[in-house]
């Protein structure tokens, strides 16, 4: 296999890789600004040099020529060169900052040139601690600054779009900015404006950056100069938690990571995975966070007579459950399943029906043709679709949903999660006359009509798989505490600096950003439990996920940890899809 | 040795009337190195052989060997190949280009087609900065002529080869004088230099193969076809032969553009050809190839002549032989920091050093210029140059960094003399 | 639409598009044809050549801006570009520009009330040899100045009379005499 040596170590390498991603593929590290893995390299930065050399060949024997020592005799290039946009090739030698006093010093000189036009911003500045030209400085620029002229002025708190602030103080040019909206997004919104040290990215005037995908040039901006409009000044990032989790805004399942303070979530930012979105999401998948804090249905709610919901404890909803089930034969429940919730939560919904005798749950997909944009927006408005139809619910459009929810048999509606007359698919009066139970996340207009509301954890608060459009099986973690997890105690929670050194005393604690609801699967054994059905999963979700690898044949071999480590699994939704 | 640079007729704008009418020009003998080229007798690569025996070396600057850069054309694969002609000219110092489409277009077009035919492209590209819009006028109307005369277009003079020809205007960006970034502004972008590898030769217009040659470079093929090699390699100076328009300016009597073998000594240019410093004061120094070249003092000239090992020795570089001739009188703080602003503000500013270093060079002359610079400040300057140099996508900032560093070694008690006494102690 | 291209203009620019194998190299020169036609290339011509070539007005913006020739908003219908390079500026080039500066009342970079003269300070024009000299609204070279050039220069012009090009000869070396 051809190899490389960096800093006097050799290293195999197959196929053509750049030597900057190399060299980060390996785990060592370089530093750099502009290059991006997903997009075309302009080695603008100049970064990350390091001093390249290639063995000599005698011309005749194609040997490699040795010196007295029988060392390699290597042709250095005359000049530092970017390893970004550097193709590695056999016997190439390599020497970065570890091991060549000329490349650290290179690389310091040129830090000291970005930062003589860059404000000291970093006390007010978002990107504070997750900013790589902090970071870089940091780790490899000069001590001081030798710079006693005036600094370049360019104009701050430019609103670029309706999400996107520019402050072009802080931009140094890296145009990864213009290439996204170039390369990946194709609005073609952003160019560089100007000339030399006055550049700065820019709309054409009067064009507003209004691309659905423009927050992701906040996450690719290596400096402050970028910044979300709702994000900004929120909070340090240091004080936040980062949870991997799945967007549930549309069919994509992008990867996102959860960004969450004193159980707030505060912002959603994508997660890269190749096989799904790679670095990127829409704007929409972030702009839902609130529905994670606000809005939420906290403790159960019961209709006692006429129209009013009034809260009430977990035991009396429980009991309330029981008696109305046993007043009522398992033919006159209808139960409605929900592309809205995970596979878990539909699994059990189904499985708690089963036992009692109701039959197979309804489910009607949510899909909004024309709303997708073959990218990462789908027409599909829901995360779970196709999980719903490997479970074998029987799939209706929304006229025959009507039509099952309105006939005589139907008494008792069970529904999970699914606000179908928000979303137009029932009337508030298809369900006069019917007793509604309804597990949900969220107040809305449909939760309101619930003679009797459960609060079920939403995706941010449990463990729980989706199955996007494209038939890949990806789950979220818990970020965001209940009432009833605790964080020091639940090994799939992160714990920031705040959650570790803060107490209930501290004022940066609100103990009512914690929601009273319960995953699934701990409401059914509980529920369960006052029917007499043995519906326990001790292991909560992650049993449940096994239990449906074994039962369901296109689930088959599905784990918690095979989706971690493969980044989800593809399932053959082909042959087991009941219905498309 | 060749012949003595007195005795020398000009060969890329000799004194004959009208020559860029195409009657007068083929009259003349005009296209006639075309017609060789395209007959039986030549072939592709007998063409380049020549030209790369002949030793063009670029007129552009870089003083590439023409005939060897087309030479590094892929074989052609049936799609478009490009010839694209620098005419930005706009290196200071530099006017010379603009002499060949006023008076001589066709020999210039004439070298382009035979290139064209060598390296087999579809299409020639002619960049002509933004402010010569009289020049652009009378390249349109010679190639208009040349069109007519069929010398351009489908099936040139019946032997099945065909090119275009057009000129694209420039909009005032030194920059799109560097060869990537003129490709960018033909394509109708910013005017960013592009990162090589690729070269334009792999990658250049719509990522085809595109060779870069400045104008004078191409306007000496025609006369390599027609004498050949030998007769090029004898004009002037060994290492760098042929014929050069030399553009002189600054402090002398008779500023212009002289057609002149290369290698002629550079006090001969000052004093003989261009008639002597003016206002008969002495000569402080020049500069001898356009801006970026590094300035030669007076008592760095003797025996010093135009070509490029001589200036090379001396501590300088050919450039594009635009020679600017400076007087006693004249102060190098000043022509220095109005040199950091040129680049300052001709940055494209798209990779770091240069961006920052040109304004950080710019802005401490001017402290010194204003007499607030320490000594301190030269030190951080030289510092700089060497932060700058060879770091860049293009070579402005070289082109930025070495003007700094040669002036102010060579002018160092110059440049204290204006400086603040130190209020730092001296490590 | 304040802006329009008319026929024979779009003709034009499909002669100039049909040169390359792609709208976009027509960038700068439709700019050029914008300019010579509006008087400048403000946001609202960027946009009609953006419309008109099929491409992202931010690119015609970009372009537009990188090129200090394109006049980005309206100036006086005179525009004196005084070159202060290198040659010129060892020749005299700020000695005219500063007496034309005086002689109109401005400062580089401004535009005179009556909007007939705007100065710019500029980079070299490819004139060197000529210097001190300056470009008018980015046409005819005006080389050789003087302040009396200059007055003559600028009274023909308030008189409608744009300077003759001057054609520059090439020089001849004198032969010496020995
Ligand atoms: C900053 C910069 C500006 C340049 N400007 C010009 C120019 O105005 N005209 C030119 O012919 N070459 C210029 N060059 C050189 C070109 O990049 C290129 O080497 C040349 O056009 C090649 O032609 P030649 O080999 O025939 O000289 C410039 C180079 C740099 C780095
Ligand atoms: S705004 Fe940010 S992403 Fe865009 S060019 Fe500047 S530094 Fe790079
Ligand atoms: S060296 Fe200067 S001019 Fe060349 S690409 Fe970099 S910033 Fe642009
Ligand atoms: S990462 Fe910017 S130059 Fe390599
Ligand atoms: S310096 Fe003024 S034209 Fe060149």
Redesign the interface.
């Known amino acids: 296999m051809p190899e490389v040596f960096i800093d006097g170590k050799s290293y195999e390498f197959e196929g053509q890789p750049k030597l900057l991603q190399f060299i980060m593929d390996e785990g060592l590290e370089l530093p750099f600004f502009c290059y991006h893995p997903s997009m075309s390299i302009p080695a603008n930065c100049r970064q990350c040099m390091v001093k390249v050399g290639q063995p000599v060949k005698d011309r005749d024997t194609g040997e490699y020529e040795l010196d007295e020592n029988g060392e390699r005799v290597i042709r250095w290039f005359p000049k530092l060169q970017t390893a970004c946009n550097f193709d590695v090739t056999d016997g190439l030698v390599v020497k970065t900052q570890e091991s060549d006093e000329l490349v650290e010093r290179a690389q310091k000189d040129n830090l000291e040139f970005i930062l003589i036009n860059h404000p000291l911003d970093c006390p007010i500045c978002d990107q504070a601690g997750e900013c790589p030209l902090q970071i870089q400085t940091y780790k490899y620029g000069p001590e001081g600054s030798r710079f006693e002229v005036k600094k370049v002025h360019k104009p701050k708190r430019v609103q670029l779009g309706p999400r996107v602030i520019l402050d072009a103080e802080r931009c140094i040019n890296c145009t990864r900015c213009t290439r996204f909206a170039d390369e990946i997004s194709k609005s073609y919104q952003l160019t560089i404006t100007k000339r030399g040290d006055k550049n700065y990215p820019t709309t054409a005037p009067g064009e507003t950056f209004d691309d659905p995908y423009s927050l992701n040039t906040v996450d690719l901006c290596p400096v402050g100069a970028l910044t979300s409009a709702d994000f900004r000044f929120r909070a340090r990032v240091w004080e936040m938690n980062q949870t991997p989790s799945i967007d549930v805004s549309n069919g994509k399942g992008c990867n996102i990571d959860i960004w969450t303070r004193d159980n707030q979530v505060l912002r959603i930012t994508p997660r890269h995975n190749p096989h799904v979105n790679d670095y990127w999401m829409p704007d929409v998948g972030r702009e839902i966070y609130p529905l994670f804090n606000d809005n939420r249905i906290s403790r159960p709610s019961v209709i006692l007579d006429g129209e009013n919901q009034i809260k009430s404890s977990w035991n009396n909803a429980i009991e309330t459950f029981g008696e109305q089930m046993e007043a009522i034969k398992p033919e006159e429940i209808l139960a409605i399943g929900s592309a809205h919730a995970s596979v878990e939560e539909n699994y059990l919904f189904a499985k708690f029906g089963n036992l009692l005798g109701i039959s197979t749950p309804l489910f009607t997909p949510h899909i909004e043709p024309g709303s997708g944009d073959g990218f990462l927006i789908t027409d599909d408005q829901a995360p779970n679709t196709n999980g719903v139809r490997l479970l074998g619910f029987e799939e209706t459009d929304s006229k025959q949903l009507k039509t099952a929810v309105k006939s005589s048999n139907a008494k008792m509606i069970l529904l999970l999660s699914d606000h179908l007359i928000d979303r137009g698919v029932l009337s508030a009066d298809d369900l006069s006359g019917k007793y509604l139970v309804m597990f949900a996340t969220n107040e809305s207009e449909t939760t309101k009509k619930a003679d009797l509301l459960f609060p079920i954890t939403c995706v941010v608060e449990h463990a729980a798989s989706y199955v996007n459009v494209d038939g890949r099986i990806q789950r979220s973690f818990p970020a965001k505490e209940t009432k009833y997890t605790n964080r020091r105690l639940d090994l799939e929670m992160t714990e920031g600096r705040l959650d570790r050194y803060g107490t209930k005393f501290d004022n940066w604690v609100t103990d009512e950003n914690k929601v009273d609801c319960l995953p699934v699967w701990d409401l059914m054994a509980l529920i369960g439990g006052r029917l007499g059905l043995d519906i326990t999963y001790e292991g909560g979700s992650r049993e449940v996920i096994k239990e449906v690898s074994q039962n369901m044949p296109a689930f088959s071999g599905v784990t918690y940890e095979r989706m971690d480590d493969e980044l989800g699994i593809e399932l053959d939704t082909e042959h087991q899809t009941v219905k498309s | 040795m060749a012949a003595d640079w007195?005795s020398f007729k000009?060969v890329l704008?000799p004194?004959i009337p009208n020559l860029d009418d195409i009657d007068v020009y083929i009259k003349n003998g005009g296209y006639e190195a075309l017609k060789k080229v395209l007959s039986d007798d030549w072939t592709t690569k007998s063409v380049i052989e020549e030209v790369k025996a002949a030793n063009i070396r670029g007129r552009g600057g870089a003083g590439f060997n023409a005939g060897l850069k087309w030479s590094f054309m892929p074989e052609p694969d049936g799609g478009?190949r490009y010839l694209a002609c620098n005419g930005d000219?706009?290196?200071?110092?530099?006017?010379k280009d603009?002499?060949l489409f006023?008076?001589n277009p066709h020999l210039f077009i004439e070298g382009s087609l035979i290139a064209a035919y060598a390296m087999q492209c579809s299409?020639i590209y002619v960049y002509i900065?933004?402010?010569?819009?009289?020049w652009i006028k009378m390249m349109d109307s010679a190639l208009n002529q040349a069109y007519e005369k069929g010398f351009i277009g489908e099936n040139i003079l019946g032997s099945g080869f065909s090119v275009?020809f057009?000129t694209?205007?420039?909009?005032?960006?030194?920059i799109c004088g560097e060869e990537t970034s003129m490709l960018e502004?033909?394509?109708?972008?910013?005017?960013?230099p592009r990162?090589k590898p690729p070269f334009p030769a792999q990658k250049g217009l719509?990522g085809r193969p595109t060779t870069i040659n400045n104008i004078e470079t191409l306007a000496n093929v025609p006369l390599v076809i027609n004498n050949g090699a030998d007769w090029f390699k004898n004009i002037g100076a060994e290492n760098h032969p042929g014929p050069i328009l030399y553009?002189?300016?600054?402090?002398v009597n008779?500023?212009?553009?002289?057609?002149?073998p290369s290698g002629v000594p550079v006090l001969d240019l000052i004093d003989?050809?261009?008639?002597g410093v003016k206002n008969g004061k002495k000569l402080k120094a020049v500069?001898p190839g356009g801006?970026s070249t590094p300035v030669l003092r007076a008592d760095q000239l003797d025996g010093v002549s135009m070509d490029s090992n001589s200036l090379r020795e001396a501590g300088s570089m050919l450039g594009t032989a635009?020679l600017?001739v400076?007087d006693e009188d004249?102060d190098m703080i000043?022509?220095l920091w109005?040199?950091a602003h040129?680049y300052?503000?001709?940055?494209?500013?798209?990779?770091?050093?240069c961006?920052?270093?040109?304004?950080?060079l710019e802005?401490?002359l001017?402290?010194i210029k204003n007499g607030e610079g320490e000594v301190k400040d030269l030190d951080?300057l030289l510092d700089l140059t060497t932060?700058m140099e060879?770091?860049?996508?293009c070579a402005l900032a070289d082109a930025a960094a070495w003007p700094v560093r040669h002036t102010i070694n060579r002018f160092r008690d110059e440049f204290e003399a204006r400086c603040k006494k130190s209020v730092h102690a001296i490590a | 639409m304040k802006y329009e291209f008319t026929e024979d203009e779009l003709k034009q620019i499909e002669v100039i598009k049909a040169r390359y194998p792609e709208a976009r190299p027509a960038t700068l020169p439709v700019l050029w044809i914008a300019q010579n036609k509006f008087g400048h290339v403000e946001p609202d011509v960027q946009k009609l050549v953006a419309r008109t070539l099929g491409l992202p007005e931010a690119h015609v913006h970009g372009v537009a801006e990188f090129y200090t020739q394109y006049y980005k908003k309206e100036q006086g219908k005179f525009v004196l570009d005084v070159c202060t390079c290198l040659s010129c500026q060892i020749c005299g080039g700020y000695d005219i520009l500063h007496y034309l500066e005086d002689k109109l009342g401005i400062k580089h970079g401004e535009t005179t009330k009556d909007k007939m003269f705007t100065i710019q300070q500029v980079e070299c024009l490819g004139a060197c040899g000529y210097a001190p000299m300056m470009q008018i609204t980015n046409g005819v070279y005006v080389n050789h100045l003087t302040r009396e050039k200059v007055d003559k220069v600028i009274h023909g012009l308030k008189n409608g009379e744009m300077p003759e090009f001057e054609p520059m000869e090439m020089r001849k070396v004198k032969p010496q005499e020995n």
């Open positions: 007195r000009p704008i004194d478009p000219e706009s290196e200071p110092g530099t006017f603009r002499m006023e008076y299409t900065r933004g402010e010569y819009i009289d275009n057009y694209h205007p420039g909009a005032g960006a030194y502004s033909l394509e109708g972008k910013r005017g960013y990162v719509w553009g002189i300016s600054g402090h008779q500023p212009g553009v002289y057609e002149l003989e050809v261009a008639g500069i801006s635009g600017v400076i004249t000043d022509l109005r040199i040129f300052h503000h001709e940055s494209c500013g798209q990779c770091t050093p961006r920052d270093g040109t304004g950080w802005k401490i001017l402290k951080l932060q060879g770091r860049t996508i």
